[in-house]
T-cell receptor
Framework: KQEVTQIPAALSVPEGENLVLNCSFT??????LQWFRQDPGKGLTSLLL?????REQTSGRLNASLDKSSGRSTLYIAASQPGDSATYLC??????????FGAGTTVTVRA | NAGVTQTPKFQVLKTGQSMTLQCAQD?????MSWYRQDPGMGLRLIHY???????DQGEVPNGYNVSRSTTEDFPLRLLSAAPSQTSVYFC??????????????FGSGTRLTVV
């Protein structure tokens, strides 16, 4: 069974600081890994999708890396803003129909 | 392009009542699934479908039924609601093209309270 762990569980930083969110998974036989953002009381918004054959993906201030052999992914958010405050979820796809989720990292960016 | 639409957004049920949570997607995605999100438990897979007419159980299927008569719709039925089914329910869809699955799109969720 795929186990996904996200560290830290919570993070508070001043505005402008770079954010580093970690995700680890136990089974390296994955299809892809997806990072989501969830605001309180809201749904999941997809941020980045990394296929198993890729090493990283970038979108604006966001960059996600994938090291399948060590079972790790890292989400970097550059120059954080108060609007980045949310919970970030890492999800690993071991097949086409099931995602295994981490518990999330709750980020607070202080103005 | 609406994406994944879930209705209702909020629902309160009494123990023993039944109801159906609706999910529809307009992206012609073949894969659809239902997750529940509980504090401290993360998101867990209830049921999934790999195409019209094909469904299967996920991690926590007890107390729920699904069917998929069309590509677009994937309703989740609560047979006899219990307080343990108080949760936030998310529907999601995905598709594969060639060697790649192109990731999941989630609906905005249904907050269900069973009293």
């Amino acid at each position: 069974k795929q186990e996904v762990t996200q560290i830290p569980a919570a993070l508070s930083v001043p505005e402008g600081e770079n954010l580093v969110l970690n995700c680890s998974f136990t089974d390296s036989a994955i299809y892809n890994l997806q990072w989501f953002r969830q605001d309180p009381g809201k749904g999941l918004t997809s941020l980045l999708l990394i296929q198993s054959s890729q090493r990283e993906q970038t979108s604006g201030r966001l960059n996600a890396s994938l090291d399948k052999s060590s079972g790790r992914s890292t989400l970097y958010i550059a120059a954080s803003q108060p609007g980045d405050s949310a919970t970030y979820l890492c999800a690993v796809a071991s097949n086409d129909y099931k995602l295994s989720f981490g518990a999330g990292t709750t980020v607070t960016v202080r103005a | 392009n609406a994406g994944v639409t879930q209705t209702p957004k909020f629902q309160v049920l009494k123990t023993g009542q039944s109801m159906t949570l609706q999910c529809a997607q307009d992206m012609n995605h073949e894969y659809m699934s239902w997750y529940r999100q509980d504090p401290g438990m993360g998101l867990r897979l209830i049921h999934y479908s790999v195409g019209a007419g094909i469904t299967d159980q996920g991690e926590v299927p007890n107390g729920y039924n699904v069917s998929r008569s069309t590509t677009e719709d994937f309703p989740l039925r609560l047979l006899s609601a219990a307080p343990s089914q108080t949760s936030v329910y998310f529907c999601a869809s995905s598709y594969r093209a060639g060697p790649f699955n192109y990731g999941y799109t989630f609906g905005s969720g249904t907050r269900l309270t069973v009293v």
